[in-house]
């Protein structure tokens, strides 16, 4: 399949046009960087606001894929508010906007004509508590709350609950807890509930060790499981190469569909410098497959249907077939987790990254790579499940960008991906028949500005 990014396909490519263009005229506008904002001694704001110009084709039921085009804004507030050296109280705001669309509260124009909007989220509000005389921390209220070591692949999400951290002797020590959900009923024990304790230590210069054990339990009447994932990584840097390697064990039990559920995952990354202007990475990832007819053996770890809201792998530098960093409201893709290890095929994948910084101009350029194929081409150990090969596809993607001002940043990038013999036959062809998806592409044109 040719690619062009702007002939491509009849009706609704203008619309592409137009929006770059769109964006060519706000920066004839710009405004100036903001600042940190520090009102007093005791309170200070920071965040961004993000706005993202997309043009994407998305894989459809048809062979032919799904056109979309949006712009996508997303601001959000960070209002900290020092009581005294050992309290801090944080207000976290966010305000999602498609441009032409009703705000998510479905009330006054959002970013249709007028504007008005009740649109206003609260992402966080905690108390953050240094405890007197130790370095202990305790942090209560709605807050983030993630797998810290292990990169969202089991848990990365706005949630309810307790975060303590402390030092012993140079062994941190992170504990969390946090209500996902109350059920339907407070008299009944039908809540949701996730616990996570991790452990990590500098063993030297050179070499550090993490690990961690996280619970979620699920007492829906309807819907009853349970979930352990028990993880172990190690990092290990000389000089400017670097070398981390993770393994984690899933473990549960489907109550209501009368099912256990095992799986495991392992990953292993090089990080290269080899100029002082470029940084990059190579990594293998596997993820096991269902190979069982009596159990599932899909991965649960970092499932948004499960409320753990995953980041996994999501800073691969891709944009298709893993899930891309900056997305906000236009969905994510993540073909090679969503239909290999999260349906029970497992995953083989081989990424790649290089970040060329202070380029001629100001310019920088990041580069990403990945090949994915499924663990096997057939799950649960159903003959009916098996596809007609193992391969998923590849994605190559590419950015440039340049801080046009101080914290105003504007950057363009693209992705394309192609799909494998595992998708062959699982689409409808123009003449109604089994067919092969065509390719697909997503290009961004973002406005960074932090503050």
């Known amino acids: 399949m040719q690619f062009n990014p702007i002939m491509v396909e009849k009706g609704g490519k203008m619309k592409a046009?137009?929006?770059?263009?769109?964006?060519?005229?706000?920066?004839?506008?710009?405004?100036?960087?903001?600042?940190?904002?520090?009102?007093?001694?005791?309170?200070?704001?920071?965040?961004?606001?993000?706005?993202?110009?997309?043009?994407?084709?998305?894989?459809?039921?048809?062979?032919?894929p799904a056109d979309e085009t949006l712009i996508d804004q997303r601001f959000r507030l960070k209002s900290t508010y020092t009581l005294s050296e050992n309290l801090t109280m944080v207000y976290y705001a966010e305000v999602d906007t498609v441009w032409g669309e009703k705000s998510k509260g479905g009330i006054g124009g959002g970013g249709k004509t007028g504007t008005?909007?009740?649109?206003?989220?609260?992402?966080?509000?905690?108390?953050?508590?240094?405890?007197?005389?130790?370095?202990?921390?305790?942090?209560?209220?709605?807050?983030?709350?993630?797998?810290?070591?292990?990169?969202?692949?089991?848990?990365?999400?706005?949630?309810?609950?307790?975060?303590?951290?402390?030092?012993?002797?140079?062994?941190?020590?992170?504990?969390?807890?946090?209500?996902?959900?109350?059920?339907?009923?407070?008299?009944?024990?039908?809540?949701?509930?996730?616990?996570?304790?991790?452990?990590?230590?500098?063993?030297?210069?050179?070499?550090?060790?993490?690990?961690?054990?996280?619970?979620?339990?699920?007492?829906?009447?309807?819907?009853?499981?349970?979930?352990?994932w028990y993880g172990v990584r190690s990092d290990v840097m000389l000089g400017k190469v670097g070398l981390e390697g993770m393994l984690i064990v899933q473990d549960g039990e489907l109550e209501t569909a009368g099912e256990d559920t095992s799986a495991w995952m392992a990953s292993i990354k090089g990080k290269f410098a080899p100029a002082e202007n470029l940084k990059a990475t190579l990594r293998l990832t596997y993820f096991s497959p269902d190979d069982d007819a009596n159990d599932d053996g899909a991965w649960y770890g970092g499932h948004d249907d499960l409320g753990l809201g995953g980041s996994e792998l999501n800073k691969e530098g891709l944009m298709i077939m893993l899930k891309d960093y900056w997305i906000c409201n236009a969905g994510t893709t993540a073909y090679a987790m969503a239909d290999g290890a999260r349906d029970g095929y497992g995953l083989i994948a081989l990424t790649s990254t290089a970040k060329f910084s202070e380029l001629p101009y100001g310019l920088y350029v990041n580069l990403a790579a990945g090949y994915f194929m499924a663990a096997d081409d057939t799950k649960n150990d159903d003959p009916a499940t098996k596809r007609q090969g193992s391969n998923i596809g590849y994605e190559v993607a590419a950015g440039v960008g340049k801080e046009i001002v101080q914290n105003y940043d504007l950057s363009l990038r693209g992705a394309y991906a192609g799909f494998g013999d595992f998708y062959d036959g699982t689409v409808t062809g123009n003449n109604g028949s089994p067919a092969d998806p065509d390719n697909v592409y997503k290009i961004t044109m973002m406005l960074h500005v932090k503050f």
Not at 31 to 58: E, W
Not at 138 to 153: C, K, M, N, S
Not at 179 to 202: A, N, P
Not at 212 to 226: K, R, T, V
């Open 116 to 228: 008005d909007g009740i649109n206003v989220e609260s992402k966080n509000i905690y108390a953050d508590l240094k405890v007197p005389d130790s370095n202990a921390r305790l942090r209560v209220g709605l807050q983030g709350i993630a797998d810290e070591f292990f990169e969202g692949l089991v848990n990365d999400e706005d949630m309810a609950g307790v975060h303590f951290t402390t030092d012993i002797s140079g062994l941190k020590l992170i504990l969390d807890y946090a209500k996902l959900s109350e059920g339907d009923d407070r008299k009944q024990w039908d809540d949701t509930d996730y616990y996570g304790v991790m452990l990590q230590k500098k063993l030297n210069d050179t070499v550090s060790l993490g690990l961690g054990a996280y619970h979620l339990d699920i007492n829906d009447p309807g819907d009853e499981m349970s979930f352990t």
């Open 17 to 64: 046009v137009k929006i770059l263009a769109g964006l060519v005229l706000s920066l004839l506008i710009a405004s100036p960087a903001m600042a940190t904002l520090k009102i007093s001694d005791n309170f200070s704001v920071s965040g961004y606001l993000r706005t993202q110009f997309i043009d994407q084709t998305i894989k459809d039921k048809s062979v032919n």
